[in-house]
């Protein structure tokens, strides 16, 4: 009867700890799927640890070695499972999901820690920081306070609430080195017991030297990597400093065209105007005027297509008001017109936010050389036939996302697209939160959202 009291006991600490995650990492996490899962295993993975590990066994029969390797076995696995659960149910990278659970069993530890040795004082037990102890109605009052003091705190932070959600760690190398010590540092503490039964070298020794060699190729892999990243933003950057003297060359060319059309414009404008204004003629004098009429209209219907034709010409700085993506997009026009590919560039509601303007030009300029290539390789499979290929680009800022939607012509099915895209785009859009959909398959419409705030 005491071994039931006493896992009673553990199970409502146990429920006090999974109310207070379950909550905090709700409102502290943006959730894209079912939290059944989670649920799930965050409550039974808890009470076989607490109870069943923990406790029972240690109670049984078996002897101390076999207890332990059970418990390092049972705390690796849990805390793989864990992270791919927080993976699976919440938006955000691993290293922001990692920071956040480590924030919220700090919580937890604190809480209960100060909240359980003044149930123990109340319940009159002479260790207040008892655990596996019988059940005694006191013990009741772990959960509410530690709700009641988890909503206390969420409603000091709801201003600073949405920021939390979309915020993702900057300082990475240094967070992950937390994480890292962290979860060391837990499944450390088995070892310290493993040496003191001398099983140092069986769960030390042999381990490392066995994952010595995958060790050393997964960091060469690493390495090389970040060699291959670090010369691509190498290149890119250079191509950035070309693209943004094209771009500038382009406007002032513009410029000087437009001021030397000016004058040129302007009389040819108020000559319009004047034949607009003009009085309506009598009925007599209408018939001597309609040949020097219609060779008007003809000099107004020539006039007006050359002046539209000059300003179609203009591509260069009227797309968005900054310049490193409008030098990429001037420059991609230019290219698209040499190889007789139409271009529609829509950035009317364009507000990058906080994104950098070079990173958000090398996006551009990856997703709109992938659809070129594309354009060109459907024109040469389908030569001859059907119109020429159409490349457009349309960004908008939609509350706290910058949405890029883009379609081309491709001989290639949307899903491999989407695949190759992801693979150049991922490891520039994972910091922002971003996302590449599927608007339409058939006619190759993409969309990427991003974190702009």
């Known amino acids: 009867m005491e071994i039931i009291s006493i896992c009673l006991r553990i199970a409502v600490l146990t429920a006090g700890y999974c109310i207070y995650d379950i909550s905090f990492m709700n409102h502290m996490l943006v959730i894209r799927r ?57 938006e955000g990278s691993v290293l922001k999901l990692g920071i956040m659970q480590i924030i919220m069993e700090m919580c937890s530890v604190f809480l209960t820690g100060i909240i359980l040795p003044l149930i123990n004082w109340i319940e009159g037990r002479s260790d207040p920081g008892s655990v596996g102890v019988p059940f005694q109605i006191p013990d009741l009052l772990l959960i509410p306070v530690m709700y009641g003091l988890l909503r206390l705190g969420l409603f000091v932070l709801r201003p600073w609430m949405a920021r939390i959600r979309n915020y993702e760690p900057r300082h990475r190398k240094i967070l992950w080195a937390v994480v890292a010590a962290y979860i060391a540092g837990g499944i450390g503490s088995t070892f310290i017991k493993y040496a003191q039964l001398g099983m140092f070298r069986t769960f030390v020794r042999i381990p490392s030297v066995i994952f010595f060699i995958p060790g050393c190729i997964a960091c060469t892999y690493v390495f090389f990597r970040y060699r291959v990243r670090t010369e691509q933003t190498n ?180 899903g491999r697209i989407r695949r190759e895209l992801r693979r150049a785009l991922m490891p520039l859009l994972d910091s922002y939160h971003g996302e590449l959909e599927i608007e339409d398959a058939d006619r190759k419409r993409f969309c990427v959202r991003i974190q702009r705030g």
């Open 235 to 414: 290149v890119f950057l250079l191509a950035q400093k070309e693209l943004s003297g094209l771009h500038y060359r382009a406007v002032s060319r513009q410029i000087r065209s437009m001021e030397q059309e000016q004058e040129k414009i302007s009389a040819q404008m108020k000559k319009i105007s004047a034949m607009a204004s003009r009085p309506p003629e009598k009925e007599g004098d209408r018939s001597q005027r309609e040949a020097g009429d219609r060779m008007e209209d003809e000099q107004i219907r020539n006039y007006l297509g050359a002046l539209r034709e000059k300003f179609d010409e203009i591509q260069a700085g009227i797309y968005c008001q900054d310049s490193l993506p409008d030098s990429v997009l001037c420059y991609v026009a230019q290219q698209c017109r040499k190889r007789g590919i139409r271009t529609s560039f829509s950035f009317q509601q364009y507000d990058r936010g906080d994104i950098p303007e070079n990173e958000l030009s090398e996006i551009l300029f990856r997703i709109l050389d992938y659809c070129t290539d594309e354009c060109i390789a459907c024109r040469e499979k389908n030569k001859g036939q059907g119109e020429s290929p159409v490349l457009s680009l349309c960004a908008a800022a939609v509350k706290n996302q910058l949405l890029l939607e883009f379609s081309c012509c491709s001989a290639k099915s949307a």
């Open 34 to 90: 079912s939290q059944i899962p989670r649920y799930i295993v965050i409550v039974i993975g808890l009470l076989i640890k607490n109870i069943v590990i923990m406790y029972l066994l240690p109670a049984g029969r078996l002897d101390e070695l076999a207890v332990m390797q059970i418990q390092f076995i049972y705390s690796v696995s849990f805390i793989i499972i864990t992270y791919m659960m927080l993976c699976y149910t919440f």
